[in-house]
């Protein structure tokens, strides 16, 4: 049973660089500049799965009411932000720096965690992220394709990245369970 775990992480990891391949390719290669139509695209393909799943039984849905819908739209806008702000950032940057930057999104779930919830951190993450920031930092220095405003689209990207995970971990509803 121990293979079912490794083909299905090899499956996502597959599927997870496919999608942004073809997201770089539909958004620079052929100038596909409404992010926002392709963001409405992904979502309608999000929502069939869902349902999809919930017709064969794989995932159980309920109705959700207004007050959990209401708690849960600053997550949502974080979330818009994060998939239009990416958009933006790898329509303009290399996968690869994208990628870099992407995970660089940590450090500002770590500031945020630092900051807003008082939270005490391991020296250890805290050695990594600031090694993460570094590199981040470094990357537009080093790029002969710099581009200033993928750049600043893909910081607008960290911070709803960053501000979307807290928001997920720190936000506990019941009524979206």
Excluded at 38 to 57: M, N, P, R
Excluded at 65 to 71: E, P, R
């Amino acid at each position: 049973m121990q293979w079912k775990r490794y083909i299905t992480g090899f499956a996502f990891s597959f599927v997870f660089v496919v999608s942004y391949f073809t997201n770089k390719f539909v958004l620079s290669v052929l100038k596909f500049t409404y992010p926002t139509l392709f963001q409405g695209w992904q979502t309608f393909i999000a929502a069939v799965l869902l349902l999809l799943s919930g017709k064969l039984g794989l995932v159980e849905m309920s109705r959700i009411t207004g007050s959990a819908a209401l708690s849960w739209f600053p997550g949502s806008l974080l979330f818009v932000g994060n998939i239009y702000a990416g958009s933006r950032a790898l329509s303009r940057i290399d996968i690869p720096v994208f990628f870099t930057l992407q995970n660089t999104s940590h450090v500002v779930s770590y500031v945020i965690v630092k900051v807003v919830h008082r939270q005490k951190m391991q020296w250890l993450k805290f050695i990594s992220i600031c090694l993460m920031l570094l590199s981040a930092i470094n990357l537009p220095l080093y790029d002969p394709q710099v581009d200033v405003n993928g750049y600043l689209w893909a910081v607008g990207h960290l911070f709803c990245v960053g501000a979307y995970r807290v928001f997920q971990i720190h936000y506990k509803s019941s009524n979206l369970r």
